[in-house]
């Protein structure tokens, strides 16, 4: 499962690796880490191999799921019992 491999490379306690999959591009360009213990979805490049942006995130984001086309994310806060809806794009 993605989310180890991006705890080993980060060296942090991620529960869900999802990458952002461009269709016409056909290869990841990014993932999107839940961290939480942190309150937080990182952004990874996963080109550079780095972190490019952290989003505050209350309530242990816990899991991730895109929209068809790849504009939002949606994150589960179970502790906050809410759906987080973030813009993937910007």
């Keep these: 499962m993605r989310s180890h491999l991006w ?3 980060l060296g942090v306690g991620l529960s869900l690796a ?3 999959v ?3 591009a056909g290869a990841a360009s990014e993932a999107f880490t839940t961290n939480q213990t942190g309150n937080s979805v990182s952004v990874v490049d996963l080109d550079a191999m780095r972190a490019v942006a952290e989003i505050a995130v209350g309530g242990r984001p816990a899991g991730i799921a895109f929209s068809p086309n790849l504009d939002r994310a949606y994150v589960t ?3 906050a019992r809410e759906l987080v809806v ?3 794009k910007t």
Aim: proline residues 13%.
């Design 22 to 24: 461009d269709a016409r």
């Design 18 to 20: 999802a990458p952002a």
């Design 86 to 88: 973030l813009d993937a």
């Design 7 to 9: 705890s080993a490379i």
């Design 77 to 79: 806060a179970p502790e």
